[in-house]
């Protein structure tokens, strides 16, 4: 466990250090985005990183670019928790991977439910979140 963690990590760094967050940020006009949509596409697109990776690598990957984007901690934090919205495949999530091997359903029991649940996850955090981290003295 502690290896995949420390990779995520290394891997973030990697794309911060690299440029490649730079350049993928300047590739979208992100400015011309409604903050809204600009936020749920952020938070969608950690979460789909998340559903296809490690949590902490598609964290750390996201939010070096976004802070380029939007330099706030409120976004960090809720790219952050957008993570764990990427849960629809069997290898997303640990828990996925063991109930998925103790049998009795397929691919797309998991499927299903995943993708509602990474929409509606991830839209949440986008109306709700900002407010939140008003809330909360977050900036």
């Known amino acids: 466990m502690r290896d995949i963690v420390a990779g995520g990590l290394s891997f973030g760094r990697l794309v911060e250090a ?57 976004v960090a934090v809720l790219i952050a928790l957008g993570a764990s919205m990427g849960a629809p495949f069997v290898f997303s999530t640990p828990p996925n991977t063991l109930a998925y091997g103790q049998g009795g359903f397929g691919a797309h029991h998991l499927f299903i439910p995943g993708i509602f649940l990474m929409v509606v996850g991830c839209g949440l955090l986008t109306l709700l979140g900002p407010l939140l981290m008003r809330m909360v003295g977050i900036p």
């Open 18 to 74: 690299s440029g490649l967050a730079g350049t993928v940020a300047a590739a979208v006009d992100w400015q011309s985005l409604h903050p809204t949509i600009m936020l749920f596409a952020l938070v969608t697109m950690c979460a789909t990183l998340s559903a296809l990776a490690s949590n902490t690598a598609a964290a750390a990957m996201v939010i070096p670019m976004a802070m380029l984007i939007v330099p706030s901690p409120s």
